[in-house]
């Protein structure tokens, strides 16, 4: 088995990993680890301390042995690299199905002490995820001027207590995830909001959302539920929209989301199954979208809201990759667990909103 570092304007590294089977105990264990933590971000701020220190301490040294499992002995110069390099965004490439989402949450030793690798760099998962044969480069990366009538539009789940349910109430700004837009647009009002879905035929429910996402936009946001591919099924995954209707990639024929960014604001948008191409990510990316931003695992509703608002508080001045990194780094700092370490994004690292 081969692992290959690839960072940004620093070239390539090979690394040898232990075994496939250390690698899948580590990642197994940090899942649970993780699974465990997830459930319990939902009450986080009324749990005691010794209970969030317990959570955190068990991610902490689950990241240690994910670190051993993928790198032994050269840990140290996987760490020394990425401190040299400055780099915020690699890709780490394996060359067989060892893909880990939780790589994130992988513990480096570092100058200033032990640090999640997601606090370095952000690793992004590519248009197919990060199981590559061959080494290859990066995306070219390129940049665009967003004009102002490209609408942003926005999808949810009415059953969220995000959701504004088409019933915007600026009582509940710092609830409803449509206020998380206000950095981006010149007023809720120009949102366009996916009208609510009534049970009817699903053809005509696949037509409507066909017809949202037709016109060119700069920024699609779902905030809504995310049904992951079935592990061992041909099935690709699907977001909910409604209490009824769900889509996926068989539904799409928008032909061009090319000046858009996804941001796929729902549970485990980055991961596939045994097939990599089987993600909600490479769903929009084969409509052409010009970056997604997704996550790694189940993110609780409320941080999912609050996560939003930080990234895009940054990207109304910044490009796509320092406002993701920011906000990570940011969102950490400020509620003491990691599970901003779960938002990654893929596609053109420079994207801004503003003019290039």
Known sequence: MRLTLRVDGGGRHPFAPRSVADIKTANDEMFDRIDEFSLAVARWQTLPDHEKEKHLRCIEAAGRVLGQALFGDEL???????????????????????FSPYWDFLRLPTAAGDAYLGELVTITPGYFLRINDQPGELADEFAITVLDDFPIGLAEDETLHSACRDRRSRARDTVEELYVLEPI????????????????????????????????????????????????RNTDPELQVSRTFRFGKADLDTGDLSYALVNLNVCESAVGTYSSRKTLVQTFHDQN???????????????????????????????????????RKAMLAQHNHPMSLMYTFTGASSFRLDKV
């Open 76 to 98: 140290s110069t996987f760490a020394s690299l990425l401190e040299g390099y400055g780099a915020r965004r690699l890709e780490l490439v394996v060359a067989d199905d060892t």
């Open 185 to 232: 647009v010149r007023h809720v009002d120009d949102v366009d909001i996916l009208r609510p879905l009534n049970p009817k035929t699903r053809l005509a429910e696949v037509t409507e959302i066909n017809r949202w996402l037709s016109p060119q936009r700069r920024v699609v946001h779902f905030n809504c539920h995310g049904m992951g591919a079935e592990r061992g």
């Open 289 to 327: 979208a010009l970056a997604t931003i997704a996550t790694t695992f189940a993110v609780d509703d409320r941080f999912a809201t609050e996560f939003a608002r930080s990234l895009y508080g940054r990207l109304a001045t910044s490009d796509l990759l320092t406002s993701v990194h920011e906000t």
